[in-house]
């Protein structure tokens, strides 16, 4: 891109340099793992000399380190934000707006453009679809975009694990903990968990970016100080946004090492009472999100945004998440291999499905917030970019 925009002509030797020395240590890399892969002999080394080998994986790291410093310079962009305290502005006559939808499509460019019916249902496509140059949008659609990945895979893979390897949730090592069937049992094992593991990954980046746009809203509003809820409402985001990375030990801690079907006295009780931990951290991350986000609205005294049926639903969701995470706990605490854990069953899997269903109706139940309106735009003039850096 740098070589082709001829009005800048920011391309030096280095880059060039810079480019054949990155390019040809990882495709020596490359062409050297594959080939002790494909000739390796048990009791025979590789073929390949070894030093040649560690030379070339010190200058790719370099590279990667370099990576900033060693590329031509490239225009930057300018991101203005703003908060709206009053209702979005309303769109043209021809592109109107269901009242479910989260953002204004205003711009014509597009990552791409997903069919219109899933953009108001889902906010995963809600964000694949958004206007690039100017959007108007709520920070709690990344939030519920993260509820969809997460209620998705756990669909999926529990479809996926029953019609291929039933065993895995007949057979699960921590049914004899919990005393019965869990909805999370089908994801746990591959080749479900490989799925689980690379589409959960998303989160990682949803959520962060909520944490962002939550903090950045509250600033441009109280940018003298938080207040004690906007404090509360940057703690949750950004535990969301650590658990979020924290969750991916998920498949590592406790399915390793624990294969369906095995006997009782090699089940690991310190290991799955950790992998309940790192479950639970995340579900409890989201729900405080959840009730930041009501109790900015109902601190709101300029406009009256939370009602009945939003105190009703935190109420519930608080409550499934607790229930829930007490009976597991309880469970893991008290096993015993000569006896069955005694919480039952029917309140474990209401409480399941009660926490389920507030994650995929968060959106709706919810209180309103005040949406972010924000602007980019490509700055050519060199003279601007000192005021961008600032």
């Known amino acids: 891109e740098a070589a082709e925009d001829r009005s800048r002509d920011n391309v030096a030797k280095r880059h060039t340099v810079f480019i054949i020395v990155y390019g040809c240590t990882t495709g020596y890399l490359a062409f050297v793992y594959l080939v002790n892969w494909l000739t390796y002999e048990k009791g025979s080394p590789p073929t390949v000399f070894p030093l040649l080998t560690q030379v070339a994986d010190v200058v790719f790291l370099a590279s990667a380190l370099c990576i900033t410093s060693s590329l031509p310079e490239e225009l930057p962009l300018k991101v203005t934000t703003e908060v709206l305290d009053g209702p979005p502005p309303t769109p043209p006559p ?7 939808s989260w953002a204004i499509e205003r711009a014509v460019s597009h990552v791409c453009t997903c069919p219109r019916g899933l953009t108001e249902r889902f906010a995963i496509f809600k964000l694949l679809s958004q206007p690039l140059e100017e959007r108007v949008f709520y920070p709690s659609v990344y939030l519920s975009a993260s509820h969809e990945v997460f209620v998705g895979t756990l669909v999926f893979t529990w479809a996926w694990t029953w019609n291929l390897r039933p065993d895995q949730i007949l057979d699960h090592p921590a049914r004899p903990l919990m005393g019965s069937y869990s909805p999370f049992f089908g994801w746990d094992y591959a080749p479900a968990s490989w799925f689980s593991v690379v589409v959960c990954s998303m989160n990682v980046l949803l959520t962060w970016r909520y944490s962002l746009l939550q903090q950045t809203r509250s600033i441009i509003r109280n940018p003298e100080g ?9 703690f949750s985001a950004i535990l ?13 801690i406790g399915p390793v090492g624990q294969e369906p079907g095995q006997p009782l006295d090699k089940l690991d009780v310190n290991k799955w009472f950790l992998h309940t931990g790192i479950f639970f951290t995340y579900a409890a991350a989201s729900y405080l999100c959840a009730l930041a986000n009501y109790l900015e609205a109902a601190e709101d005294r300029s406009q009256s945004k939370a009602f009945v049926r939003h105190t009703a639903f935190v109420i519930v969701y608080g409550c499934s998440l607790a229930c829930w995470a007490f009976v597991c706990f309880c469970n893991l605490a008290m096993y015993d291999e000569d006896m069955p854990p005694n919480s039952r069953t029917l309140f474990k899997h209401t409480a399941e499905v009660a926490w389920i269903a507030c994650m995929c109706s968060a959106s709706s139940f919810l209180p309103v917030e005040s949406p972010l309106q924000v602007n980019a735009e490509v700055v050519t003039d060199l003279e601007q970019v000192e005021f961008v850096t600032e």
Request: proline fraction near 0%; aromatic fraction near 10%; hydrophobic fraction near 45%.
């Open 94 to 100: 021809q592109e109107r707006l269901c009242q479910s």
């Open 226 to 234: 938080r207040t004690v809820v906007q404090q509360f409402s940057k």
């Open 240 to 252: 969301l946004a650590l658990s979020s990375n924290v969750w991916q030990l998920l498949w590592v």
